[in-house]
T-cell receptor, first 114, second 118 residues
Framework: NAGVTQTPKFQVLKTGQSMTLQCAQD?????MYWYRQDPGMGLRLIYY???????DKGEVPNGYNVSRLNKREFSLRLESAAPSQTSVYFC?????????????FGPGTRLTVL | AQSVTQLDSQVPVFEEAPVELRCNYS??????LFWYVQYPNQGLQLLLK??????LVKGINGFEAEFNKSQTSFHLRKPSVHISDTAEYFC????????????????FGQGTILTVHP
């Protein structure tokens, strides 16, 4: 099993450009998450999807949109990138039932917005 | 809303010395607690978790953590560290009683960078 995969690994954008970060998991998990990681701030939740067909805002949703394409895939879109969105983005998945709260993380996407 | 505070942003230590990484959380109700490790340029992987039962939890790579409800703490310890333990460590909390689509959401601390020197 590949676990959680993310593409691309690295990306450089100019201010105002758009892009979509892709995430897929092969563990048949119901829940998927997008985080951003910034130095000294830990991981902050951008959006999450508790199950196929549902999405909810996290702590820092402004400037982002998401799509839960199917049970496996959860994409994150930046419509008009800003320098403040320079960060490392992580996707995660988990099984949504009591006692199995472990989230499994992808390798991350390093995004630089110039 | 829950919050997690990792009391040290950086912890330098010599190889084979013991280490403790401190974590406090805000909630006074039931919580699930986690420690994740992030090696350089990699994603996060689970070290250990507390869901219920024994307050001393053992994880991978010789790490353990103790849940202290009265002090709302979940400190991570290792009796003898190796160079390979150099990484960033994150404490996280979730609410097992969260309803609806909020179930399973994690709140992370700011991270502690552990540097093991030879």
């Amino acid at each position: 099993n590949a676990g959680v995969t993310q593409t691309p690994k690295f990306q450089v954008l100019k201010t105002g450009q758009s892009m979509t970060l892709q995430c897929a998991q092969d563990m048949n998990h119901n829940s998927m998450y997008w985080y951003r990681q910034d130095p000294g701030m830990g991981l902050r939740l951008i959006y999450y999807s508790a199950s196929e067909g549902t999405t909810d805002k996290g702590e820092v949703p402004n400037g982002y949109n998401v799509s839960r394409l199917n049970k496996r895939e959860f994409s994150l879109r930046l419509e008009s990138a800003a320098p403040s969105q320079t960060s490392v983005y992580f996707c995660a998945s988990s099984e949504w039932r009591q006692g199995t709260d472990t989230q499994y993380f992808g390798p991350g996407t390093r995004l630089t917005v110039l | 809303a829950q919050s997690v505070t990792q009391l040290d942003s950086q912890v330098p230590v010599f190889e084979e010395a013991p280490v403790e990484l401190r974590c406090n959380y805000s909630s006074s109700v039931s919580v699930y607690l986690f420690w994740y490790v992030q090696y350089p340029n990699q994603g996060l992987q689970l070290l250990l978790k507390y869901l219920s039962g024994s307050t001393l939890v053992k994880g991978i790579n010789g790490f353990e953590a103790e849940f202290n409800k009265s002090q709302t703490s979940f400190h991570l310890r290792k009796p003898s560290v190796h160079i390979s333990d150099t990484a960033e460590y994150f404490c996280a909390v979730s609410d097992p009683n969260a309803g609806g689509t909020s179930y399973g959401k994690l709140t992370f601390g700011q991270g502690t960078i552990l540097t093991v020197h030879p």
